[in-house]
């Protein structure tokens, strides 16, 4: 079955330590997008990517990291700079950048306390 | 920066129609899309809009007004299944979408 997997559901870390999301698809598309999603708010990109090797910051990439060594994976990193990590984070992908449909991965719920 | 503006929440009765509309200032316009997304979940998509009008699929229509930079998205109906927040998202260029707050939809018996 073709989709994006994420891993895991739940995560939970202590403040000051650094986390790293898991975002996989076989849908063998370009573009992938991490996106962070807050109660009472819309998502909010974080970071891009359009091709492997090449990544583009979004609206709040102040205490995230990326990386696209492949085409199928898409990892984020939540740093300790990251002000407010808890959240719901959702992973996405697209065969034509965001003309086209988006496909979401399951989400992953990051508590930091 | 991107504006996107939708109600945040609406209740109808099974069976009913319910009408969400969403109003956009962005840079660009490239395109608008509807998710819906039931709570906990990904959002899932619903339609995509790029020329003025209504595109309709099955129980659910939306439609684009670029010159008053409006739409809304009608779900004719109501399941009770269809309770979710309605996302609108609009592309000001090709590279990434600009999201609305949501509007959570609940539907009663």
């Known amino acids: 079955d073709g989709g994006i997997t994420q891993s895991p559901k739940y995560l939970f870390r202590k403040e000051g330590q650094n986390v790293t999301l898991s975002c996989e698809q076989n849908?063998?598309?370009?573009?992938m997008y991490w996106y962070r999603q807050d109660p009472g708010q819309g998502l909010r990109l974080i970071y891009y990517?359009?091709?492997?090797?090449?990544?583009q910051k979004g609206d709040i990439a102040e205490g995230y990291s990326v990386s696209r060594e492949k085409k199928e994976s898409f990892p984020l990193t939540v740093t300790s700079a990251q002000k407010n990590p808890t959240a719901f984070y959702l992973c996405?992908?697209?065969?034509?950048?965001?003309?086209?449909?988006?496909?979401f991965g399951p989400g992953t719920r990051l508590t930091v306390t | 920066g991107q504006n996107i503006d939708q109600p945040t929440e609406m209740t109808a009765t099974e069976g009913a129609i319910v009408q969400i509309n969403c109003t956009y200032q962005t840079s660009g316009f490239n395109g608008l899309f509807w998710y819906q997304q039931h709570a906990g979940e990904a959002p899932t998509f619903l339609s995509y809009n790029v020329l003025d009008g209504l595109e309709e699929k099955g129980r659910f229509s939306s439609f684009l007004s670029r010159s008053k930079g409006y739409s809304y998205l009608l779900l004719k109906e109501l399941q009770m299944k269809d309770s979710a927040s309605y996302l609108c998202?609009?592309?000001?260029?090709?590279?990434?979408?600009?999201f609305g707050a949501g509007t959570t939809v609940t539907v009663r018996a």
């Open positions: 990517s359009q091709i492997v090797n090449d990544f």
């Open positions: 996405a992908s697209s065969i034509e950048g965001a003309s086209g449909e988006q496909y």
């Open positions: 849908l063998n598309h370009d573009a």
């Open positions: 998202a609009v592309t000001p260029n090709d590279y990434k979408l600009s």
